[in-house]
Structures are given as structure tokens and as C-alpha cells.
């Protein structure tokens, strides 16, 4: 069967990845959280047809992002970029990475 075969190559050839988990107790078994991180990218997707244009949906993607690295990070979302909105307009550009 091709399919099998297409199954087992695939899985063969991720292998290392599909057990690093054995190797480090901190690396989870699963993607949850990688998988929660866009479930609100995937529900918005068809509000987001109009952005207005590419790059307003670029920067949306871009504001998603930040936000969700914020929650990943053990922040409240919307309580860090109020922060770093606020921030934003005296600080050096050479320290913008310490806003992240």
C-alpha cells in the first residue's frame, strides 16, 4: 500500500524529533501549546479576509504573534503591549529588543 509507505517514510525521516522527548523530561510529548498558540489565528482567519490590504494583514499577523509570545511568557497580553506602546515613543532604537 503507497499510503502505508508514504506514512512510515514520513515518520522515518522525523524520527529524531518524534523522540526527543524520551531524551529531555521538559519537552512535552505533544504541540498543545504550539497548536492553543494559533487556535486564534485559525478562528479569525475569515474576519481577516479584510484587513484592508497585505500589509495591514501582515502587521496584524505580526501584532498576533507578539501577543501570544507575551501570554507564552507568562504576561497578560494586552497589559504588556499597553506597556510597550507607552514606551515606545522615548525609547532609544538601539533597546527596542528589550521590550520583547
Not at 16 to 32: E, K, Q
Request: aromatic content about 8%; charged content about 25%; overall charge positive.
Amino acid at each position: 500500500n503507497s499510503g502505508l509507505r508514504k506514512a512510515i517514510d514520513y515518520t522515518l525521516k522525523r524520527w529524531p524529533a518524534l523522540v526527543c522527548y524520551l531524551d529531555d523530561g521538559r519537552v512535552p510529548i505533544d504541540n498543545n501549546r504550539a497548536e492553543n498558540a494559533v487556535r486564534g489565528v485559525a478562528l479569525g482567519r475569515k474576519n481577516w479576509l479584510f484587513a484592508g490590504s497585505l500589509c495591514a494583514g501582515q502587521r496584524a499577523a505580526m501584532i498576533m504573534s507578539l501577543l501570544e509570545t507575551a501570554k507564552a511568557n507568562g504576561h497578560e497580553p494586552w497589559v504588556w503591549l499597553r506597556d510597550v506602546l507607552s514606551r515606545l515613543p522615548v525609547w532609544p532604537n538601539n533597546r527596542l529588543n528589550e521590550l520583547l
